[in-house]
C-alpha cells in the first residue's frame, strides 16, 4: 500500500485558493487518490476522488500528473468554514482497509 | 452512499468500567471497521468487523480490551472494557464500498474516562 505524504499543516487567508500537495511515489497502478477532510469531533468525509489528470466537483479540483507519483488538492476562494484537516490516501489494502497518513491541518484566517 | 449512525455521541466514563458503541448503518456493507483516533492525531485502525464471524484486530488491539459484534450486515457495536484515561479518545465506525471505493464515517464518539 503506497505511503502518503503531505505538509503537515498550512496557513491562508479568507478568499484564496489553496493548493496542497501530496506524495505517493509508491502508487500502484490501480490505485485511486482520494481525499477526505476532517472537522473536530466528527468522521472523515470524502472530498474527491481521481485516478489522473484532473478531476473537478462543486468542493474542490485535484490534479495528477501523469506520473502520478503526487496530487495536489485545489481549494478554490477558501472560507474560514474550510479549516479542517485534509487528508490524502491511496488505494485500498486487499482488505479493504486504508492507511490514514497524519493528513494537513489548514487554517483559514480571516 | 452511506448513512451511518453512531452512537452515544460523546460520554465520561468512571475508570474500571465498559461502554459500549452501537453503530448502524442505512444499508448492507460487508467491510465495517473501527478506529480510534487520539487528541490532535490521525486514525488508527482497531479491527475489522467481519458479519459471522470474529473481528480481526490490528497490532496492539486485543479482543478482550475491544470486543466487537457484528450480528449483521447493518450493524456493529464496539466496546470498550474496564476503561482507564488512557482510552480517552475518539472512536470512528467507517464502512466501505468496494464498488465505491470509497470510505464513510459515522460522527465518532468521544470518550472521556476520569
Known amino acids: 500500500l503506497a505511503k502518503t505524504t503531505q505538509p503537515i499543516s498550512m496557513d491562508s487567508y479568507e478568499g484564496q485558493e489553496v493548493n496542497i500537495t501530496c506524495s505517493h511515489n509508491?502508487?500502484?497502478?490501480?490505485?485511486?487518490i482520494t481525499w477526505y477532510q476532517q472537522f473536530p469531533s466528527q468522521g472523515p468525509r470524502f472530498i474527491i476522488q481521481g485516478y489522473k489528470t484532473k478531476v473537478t466537483n462543486e468542493v474542490a479540483s485535484l490534479f495528477i500528473p501523469a506520473d502520478r507519483k503526487s496530487s495536489t488538492l485545489s481549494l478554490p476562494r477558501v472560507s474560514l468554514s474550510d479549516t479542517a484537516v485534509y487528508y490524502c490516501?491511496?488505494?485500498?489494502?486487499?482488505?479493504?482497509?486504508?492507511?490514514w497518513g497524519a493528513g494537513t491541518k489548514l487554517i483559514i484566517k480571516p | 452512499s452511506a448513512v451511518i449512525s453512531q452512537k452515544p455521541s460523546r460520554d465520561i466514563c468512571q475508570r474500571g468500567t465498559s461502554l459500549t458503541i452501537q453503530c448502524q448503518v442505512d444499508?448492507?456493507?460487508?467491510?465495517m471497521f473501527w478506529y480510534r483516533q487520539q487528541p490532535g492525531q490521525s486514525l488508527t485502525l482497531i479491527a475489522t468487523?467481519?458479519?459471522?464471524?470474529?473481528?480481526?484486530?490490528e497490532s496492539g488491539f486485543v479482543i478482550d480490551k475491544f470486543p466487537i459484534s457484528r450480528p449483521n450486515l447493518t450493524f456493529s457495536t464496539l466496546t470498550v472494557s474496564n476503561m482507564s484515561p488512557e482510552d480517552s479518545s475518539i472512536y470512528l465506525c467507517?464502512?466501505?464500498?468496494?464498488?465505491?471505493?470509497?470510505?464513510?464515517f459515522g460522527q465518532g464518539t468521544r470518550l472521556t474516562v476520569v
Open positions: 467507517s464502512v466501505v464500498s468496494p464498488r465505491d471505493t470509497e470510505a464513510f
Open positions: 490516501l491511496v488505494g485500498l489494502d486487499s482488505n479493504y482497509q486504508l492507511i
Open positions: 468487523a467481519n458479519q459471522g464471524s470474529e473481528a480481526t484486530y
Open positions: 444499508s448492507q456493507v460487508t467491510m
Open positions: 509508491n502508487i500502484a497502478t490501480n490505485d485511486y
